[in-house]
């Protein structure tokens, strides 16, 4: 599984690294610093929670069944 996020649509809400902090980065100002990224099989729930707490929809998760 992979994660994508559109910074576009990234509002710098941080829900993403509140519930997964170990996938979700954020910058100095609070949006997301993550453009891709591998996940590792034990953090593919993490990166679901991640992106379904995104309220902008702004996190993809490419290749999750
Ligand atoms: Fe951005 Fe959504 Fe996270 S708006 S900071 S990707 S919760």
């Known amino acids: 599984m992979r994660i994508v996020v559109d910074h576009d ?4 809400h941080g829900r993403c690294a509140t519930v ?5 980065v954020l910058d100095d100002n609070g949006f997301s610093a ?4 591998d996940v590792p099989v034990h953090l593919e729930d993490a990166a679901r929670a991640g992106a379904n707490n995104c309220p902008e ?7 999750d069944d």
């Open 9 to 12: 649509l990234c509002s710098g």
């Open 20 to 24: 997964a902090p170990a996938l979700y």
């Open 57 to 63: 929809r702004a996190i993809t998760l490419i290749g």
């Open 34 to 37: 993550v453009n891709e990224l």
